[in-house]
């Protein structure tokens, strides 16, 4: 499977900042997939990213609030933009698992932001 | 819509059989999958069941009935380590793209 690093792992920013989460995959990959997961709760897919064109973002989220880059098939940015404490989450990328019959993802390490 | 439904918790002593279920609602089912979180970790696949069956993989297994819209995680020989979340997540969709949707995961405590 691919491994991912991503970075940084966690973040305390005052509110009203932006915080840029980037994902480095060792392998090309078409998409990359975005998540936020809220402490003890669930994984809920914020964005697609496809390299070469616009991100596709899932209902509540919008490209302002979130902006994605995605320069090539091994690596991706996720914005976090004029952040409120309700912004505070543990944000993951992730992709799909390669060459494998099961269908599945591999996760990155997580970013843990906090906001104050 | 799309639902998932599966335990909060569940607690179960070393050595011993756990299984956590999950029940989903959703149209254009494709398969059921199984992961893992510890505490301040990343979520980490366990399994993948497209068809009815059992699928084994060493001291896990994952089974899946498509009718009943019903799957689950069996962990046998539990050990401490195995303390943990386990999210099922169901993938569906169409050849307009796929999705997946995580359950809303069971924690699950082994006891010595």
């Known amino acids: 499977s691919a491994v991912i690093s991503q970075k940084p792992s966690r973040d305390i920013c005052q509110r009203g900042t932006s915080l840029t989460i980037q994902c480095q995959v060792d392998?090309?990959?078409?998409?990359m997939f975005w998540y936020r997961q809220q402490p003890g709760q669930s994984l809920t897919l914020i964005a697609t990213?496809?390299?070469?064109?616009?991100?596709?973002?899932e209902s509540g989220f919008v490209i302002d609030k979130f902006p994605i880059s995605r320069p090539n098939l091994t690596f991706s940015t996720l914005t976090v933009s004029n952040m409120s404490p309700e912004d505070s989450s543990i944000y993951l990328c992730?992709?799909?698992?390669?060459?494998?019959?099961?269908?599945?993802?591999?996760f990155g390490s997580g970013t843990r932001l906090t906001v104050v | 819509g799309q639902s998932l439904e599966q335990p909060s918790e569940v607690t179960a002593v070393e050595g011993a059989i756990v299984q956590i279920n999950c029940t989903y609602q959703?149209?254009?089912?494709?398969?059921l999958s199984w992961y893992q979180q510890h505490d301040g970790g990343a979520p980490t696949f366990l399994s993948y069941?497209?068809?009815?069956g059992l699928e084994e993989t060493g001291r896990f297994s994952s089974f899946l009935s498509r009718s009943d819209s019903y799957g689950y995680l069996l962990l046998q020989e539990l050990q401490m380590k195995d303390s943990a979340s386990y999210f099922c997540?169901?993938?569906?969709?169409?050849?307009?793209?796929?999705?997946?949707?995580f359950g809303a995961g069971t924690r699950l405590f082994v006891k010595a």
């Open positions: 069941n497209a068809l009815d």
């Open positions: 392998s090309q990959v078409t998409m």
């Open positions: 992730s992709v799909e698992r390669q060459g494998v019959r099961a269908y599945g993802y591999t």
């Open positions: 959703t149209s254009g089912f494709y398969g």
């Open positions: 997540a169901v993938r569906s969709g169409n050849t307009g793209g796929f999705k997946t949707i």
């Open positions: 990213a496809n390299q070469g064109s616009e991100a596709t973002y």
